[in-house]
């Protein structure tokens, strides 16, 4: 008995049996119109009898694409990242693209080497994945092909970039103390040079002024992005201000924190004061005593949008700009008081 695997069907092979050209075949499989619907059918039934693979690089010679997309990311945490990607890579599956996947971490020498490994592979696209939402400098002038940011956005307005809509998911937090009757509102977040920060303080600030109410402590109290910082935060806010009823908190960490050294101080959540929280870090925002209400960023969903607006742009049809995406409130116990 013969020990070789059976050869695999060539598009030779399916011509033979079809009766008809090579470049027939080629026309056929890859849906041209110049083929008659009758050959076809005939060339379909050969393939299928003779369970003809079509090989990926003929067919991308043929095509000029390669239904080979990148993703590059610079989130070495994956915090956000991971979520993007996730929500990218559902889109490039049910597109039938293959994805490969680089990681830069941050590192700008590491990008390029990056780059130039995703070029020599002709991927027809590229999305590029921010560890933050401060502004990130174009890449898209120096490649041959569609270029789509996504969570942090390109510095050229002419690029196609992705964001949440950290504004508008901030004074949806505002908007949900008000609606449980909270009056007397402070804002605990992050460090000033995070855009994050700054687009969520504005959100605040607004949905306050709308409400015709100021900002509790007088001002957006800034620091790290960590429990601790809510901690200490919580030791200032409830100093400056013993009357306050609500906390808006930049992260899911600071909320953590808040609401460990609120308890301390004998101040129950939500009774005393309503906590929300940012970005739905469920590991944390859930584990949290109570668990926290937060906003969470959709980032699965802005990552598949991203992706595709990506297959948009391969296609000729690029939407340039900074598109900002929806955010959502997540209701858990840090203001839902007993009996709502």
Not at 174 to 179: G, Q, S
Not at 210 to 236: D, F, H, K, T, Y
Request: aromatic share 4%; hydrophobic share 40%.
């Amino acid at each position: 008995m013969s020990s070789q695997q059976p050869r695999a069907a060539t598009i030779t092979d399916v011509a033979a049996l079809a009766g008809v050209s090579i470049a027939t075949v080629s026309k056929a499989l890859n849906g041209r119109a110049q083929v008659r619907e009758e050959t076809r059918q005939r060339v379909l039934r050969a393939a299928e009898k003779l369970a003809f693979q079509p090989n990926a690089l003929a067919r991308g010679l043929i095509s000029g694409q390669t239904r080979t997309v990148g993703l590059l990311t610079s989130d070495s945490v994956g915090r956000f990242g991971i979520p993007v990607l996730l929500g990218a890579e559902d889109a490039f599956g049910a597109g039938e693209m293959s994805v490969l996947l680089c990681d830069a971490r941050g590192d700008a020498i590491r990008e390029q080497h990056h780059l130039r490994t995703l070029l020599a592979r002709r991927v027809d696209g590229l999305i590029v994945v921010g560890q933050s939402t401060d502004p990130r400098p174009s890449i898209s002038r120096d490649l041959p092909l569609p270029v789509v940011y996504a969570y942090a956005p390109s510095e050229d307005p002419q690029d196609v970039s992705f964001v949440p809509d950290d504004v508008e998911g901030a004074r949806t937090a505002v908007r949900h103390m008000l609606t449980i009757g909270r009056r007397r509102i402070a804002h605990i977040t992050g460090p000033t040079h995070y855009q994050a920060a700054r687009d969520r303080a504005a959100g605040v600030l607004s949905a306050l002024e709308e409400a015709g109410l100021s900002l509790s402590c007088g001002q957006v109290l800034n620091g790290e992005w960590s429990q601790r910082w809510g901690r200490q935060a919580a030791e200032i806010a409830l100093r400056t201000d013993p009357d306050l009823d609500a906390v808006v908190c930049g992260s899911d960490q600071i909320a953590a924190g808040f609401v460990e050294a609120a308890r301390e101080r004998g101040r129950r959540v939500p009774d005393d004061v309503a906590v929300v929280g940012y970005d739905n870090w469920e590991v944390l925002a859930t584990e949290t005593r109570p668990p926290l209400t937060t906003i969470d960023m959709n980032l699965e969903s802005l990552g598949r949008t991203a992706a595709q607006h990506l297959f948009a742009a391969i296609d000729g049809r690029a939407t340039p700009g900074v598109h900002r995406m929806p955010c959502r409130l997540v209701i858990r116990d840090s203001t839902a008081l007993s009996g709502d």
